[in-house]
């Protein structure tokens, strides 16, 4: 598990690989993981955004941006945290993947980044 802590938001990663939904042979690699967002802070905050970048080990980089996670944008109350589990694949069976959700306080209606930090996606086999 990496963890970061940005601005009183502490973002938690955890990985797997995911065999059932792979091909190596086709170069298609699955890998799921779960993410934990813990308001450590003492202000209302709400996820309104994400951006990606995915890492292959062949040399491809792939950024992906949108509202939200899986569908909603979660508001945190201080010192309640949410979780979801979401997926990439690489064409290569070692990446990573790093990002930052843009984060709005409804205090004082502003809006700040925060790190998610780079996890890293291997096959099993490799770690041997």
């Known amino acids: 598990m990496v963890t970061a802590i940005t601005q009183g938001v502490k973002i938690s990663v955890d990985t797997i690989y995911q065999d059932e939904h792979s091909n190596p042979e086709s170069g298609h690699y699955m890998f799921a993981y779960r993410i934990h967002i813990e308001n450590l802070s003492d202000y209302e905050i709400q996820l309104m955004r994400r951006q990606w970048f995915i890492f292959d080990s062949n040399g491809t980089v792939r950024e ?6 899986v569908g909603v944008q979660p508001v945190i109350a201080p010192g309640d945290s949410y ?3 979401s997926g990439s694949n690489l064409k290569t ?30 096959v099993p086999f490799r770690l041997n």
């Open 64 to 69: 992906v941006e949108g509202e939200g996670v």
């Open 83 to 85: 979780s979801y589990v």
């Open 93 to 122: 069976d070692i990446g990573s993947m790093r990002g930052r959700y843009l984060m709005h306080r409804s205090i004082d209606n502003t809006e700040f980044l925060v790190d998610i930090p780079e996890f890293e996606l291997i």
